[in-house]
Structures are given as structure tokens and as C-alpha cells.
């Protein structure tokens, strides 16, 4: 099932260029998760967000959380080679987190 | 080094085999996560586990069994192997259920012919 919905699935933009991928609930968000994968190997663990309109920053990456719209941006500002990856969101459909769903991804390239 | 280990990284077997693939962690945390990852479908909790001796089901569970008998490890096991489980296997650990990151290990890449 399809509980988080992400955009576009994949982005192919020119280094230097910013960049912003949505993820979408279908359920009331406790809360949400952004990991980034490469090819081939595990998620690393990028930021998590609570509560509604809480923003958070780690290098050139920014995530924000709309509660309200059950919805989570995440923007990557002066693209580098090193972004390069799939962006996953994953959130627990209950507040304990016991159940996790993980959007299906959006691959980022970046052209040199 | 402490972390989440998974072996083995690659397997290949055939259908009617069983398989189990091994998750290790060494934080000591109590909860712990068996997903699949497929094209189309992204990934899919097949297990969970909040502590030792206590497992549930997650999205996908038929075809998997778990157990959880030492905090640190959570075995994944397919009884009879299929072609659909034909996947990429990740595990994954958090401190407790709620408000912590999981953890994932490298995965394990499971060809069943």
C-alpha cells in the first residue's frame, strides 16, 4: 500500500542547481523521516521531523514538515555530484512508530 | 565497530530451500526491523521486533519467519523459498519504536531461481 506518495520519482538537475522533493501522507503524519540511499548499499539516515512546521537543516539539505497537509519537503540547495542518490521518506503510522511505511524514492542525479 | 551487520551480502538458492539471512547489532537496541526493497514497491516491513522474545508482523510477512532470542540479533528465515522473494533484504535497528531513526545495515542481495 501506497501510504507515502513522493515527487517526483526521479530529477536529473545540473550541479549548482536547487532542488525540492515532496513527500505526501495518506495518513496522519507522527512524525517523519529522510534517508538517502546509493546504489547498492543501506539508507543512511538523514533528518527527522515532529512537529508541524519544524524545520531542519544539515549542510545544504533543509527539510520541513506540514502537519497539516500531512506533507514533508525536503530541498537541497547548490546541488553537488555528492547528492547524487535515491531520497527515501518513511513515517510510522502511529505514534509508538511500530509500524513504518517508506516512500517508494526519488532518484537524484547531478550533472557535473 | 559497533553497527548493524547483515550476511550474508549475496545468496543464491533455489525454490523450495530454506534461507536464513543473519542481522547483528551492537548497540543494544531494542528494536529491531526486517524489510524488502523491490522495484515498484520500494520497501516493505516484513517483520518487527521491540525486545527480545517479542516479534509482530509487518506488511509482507507470509513466506518469513523471525525470532529474536538475544537482544542483538534477529535472524530472518524463509522456509520454503520462492521466486517472489527474490529481493534486496535490509535490516534495521532503532533505540525504542517511537521518535528514534532506524539504523540499516548494508542488505542482503537474495537471487532464488
Known amino acids: 500500500s501506497q501510504e507515502l506518495e513522493q515527487s517526483p520519482q526521479s530529477l536529473i538537475v545540473q550541479e549548482g542547481k536547487n532542488l525540492t522533493i515532496n513527500c505526501t501522507s495518506s495518513?496522519?503524519?507522527?512524525?517523519l523521516y529522510w534517508y538517502k540511499q546509493k546504489y547498492g548499499e543501506g539508507l543512511i539516515f538523514l533528518m527527522m521531523?515532529?512537529?508541524?512546521?519544524e524545520e531542519k537543516s544539515h549542510e545544504k539539505i533543509t527539510a520541513k514538515l506540514d502537519e497539516k497537509k500531512q506533507q514533508s519537503s525536503l530541498h537541497i540547495t547548490a546541488s553537488q555530484p555528492s547528492h547524487a542518490g535515491i531520497y527515501l521518506c518513511?513515517?510510522?503510522?502511529?505514534?509508538?512508530?511500530?509500524?513504518?511505511?517508506f516512500g517508494s524514492g526519488t532518484k537524484l542525479n547531478v550533472k557535473p | 565497530d559497533a553497527g548493524i551487520t547483515q550476511s550474508p551480502r549475496y545468496k543464491i538458492t533455489e525454490t523450495g530451500r530454506q534461507v536464513t539471512l543473519m542481522c547483528h547489532q551492537t548497540?543494544?537496541?531494542?528494536?529491531m526491523f526486517w524489510y524488502r526493497q523491490d522495484l515498484g514497491h520500494g520497501l516493505r516491513l516484513i517483520y518487527y521486533?521491540?525486545?527480545?522474545?517479542?516479534?509482530d508482523k509487518g506488511e509482507v510477512p507470509d513466506g518469513y519467519v523471525v525470532s529474536r532470542s538475544k537482544t542483538e540479533n534477529f535472524p530472518l528465515t524463509l522456509e520454503s523459498a520462492t521466486r517472489s522473494q527474490t529481493s534486496v533484504y535490509f535490516c534495521?535497528?532503532?533505540?525504542?519504536?517511537?521518535?528514534?531513526?532506524?539504523?540499516f545495515g548494508d542488505g542482503t542481495r537474495l537471487s532464488i531461481l
Open positions: 534495521a535497528s532503532s533505540e525504542s519504536g517511537g521518535a528514534q531513526p532506524q539504523h
Open positions: 521531523l515532529q512537529k508541524g512546521g
Open positions: 518513511g513515517a510510522g503510522t502511529s505514534y509508538n512508530f511500530n509500524k513504518f511505511y
Open positions: 521486533s521491540a525486545a527480545a522474545d517479542i516479534t
Open positions: 548497540w543494544s537496541h531494542s528494536y
Open positions: 495518513k496522519t503524519l507522527y512524525g
